[in-house]
């Protein structure tokens, strides 16, 4: 077989664009191009600042591991959440954020409709199976007009996409490797959250999932 037919064997890459409500969209697919530098900057960070579980301002050991990659990273501890420049880990900057990182989250920002966004922070969440992110608002950040970006890598999860109540009824959107969901505008304050992860295996991330939050927090 030449080079040719094993391109045309195989299947194409699943790109396209699902709107989750005015203001919110999953692009699927749209990180798989970037894989091979994605996860290499993604080594060098957690090589940097390796995953840790926070304690939750009520005294909670969040079961997602986490950690950050830009000018600003999100933690939280017995004091509350906040971005802090400094890895209270190391007493160190956080790791640069990877050029690729911030490409990406500009391009799948404008195909979103949010033109120019720069992120300056990247949180890494880091799921095994059994662990789930509850219900919550992103609102940690100075100036709530820039759109959040997260990337879903590794194994699949359901992503919960409520409203703006906490309340409202959520979305249940199953979210794969290489999936990017965009919201921002009117569906900046959207609640949202993780369901337990069930066990899987990533062929290329093993038996976890990893998601990048990219924000403008400062
Ligand atoms: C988050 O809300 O910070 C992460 C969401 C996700 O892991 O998909
Ligand atoms: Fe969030």
Not at 39 to 49: F, K, M, N, T
Not at 165 to 170: C, L, N, P, Y
Request: proline residues 10%; hydrophobic residues 45%.
């Amino acid at each position: 077989m030449s080079t040719a037919d094993l391109f045309a064997a195989a299947p194409a890459p699943v790109r396209r664009d699902e709107p989750l409500c005015a203001g919110a969209v999953v692009l699927r697919g749209f990180a798989l191009a970037d894989e091979a530098p994605l996860l290499q900057a993604l080594d060098a960070i957690v090589a940097q600042a390796p995953f840790r579980h926070l304690i939750t301002p009520g005294g909670f050991r969040m079961s997602v591991g986490m950690t950050n990659a830009g000018p600003l990273g999100w933690v939280s501890d017995r004091r509350g959440y906040r971005y802090d420049p400094i890895d209270p880990y190391s007493d160190q900057p956080w790791p640069p954020m990877p050029p690729v990182f911030r490409q990406l989250a500009g391009a799948a920002a404008a195909h979103a409709g949010f033109a120019g966004f720069v992120p300056d922070a990247c949180l890494v969440n880091r799921y095994e199976a059994g662990t789930r992110l509850s219900l919550h608002q992103d609102r940690d950040e100075r100036d709530l007009g820039h759109p959040i970006v997260s990337v879903s890598l590794g194994i699949p999860a359901v992503f919960l996409f409520g409203g703006l109540q906490r309340s409202d009824r959520q979305l249940r959107v199953p979210l794969a490797h290489g999936d990017v969901v965009v919201w921002g505008g009117p569906a900046r304050l959207r609640h949202h959250g993780v369901l337990p992860l069930k066990p899987n295996h990533h062929g290329v991330l093993g038996d976890c999932r990893i998601n990048l939050t990219l924000r403008r927090a400062g």
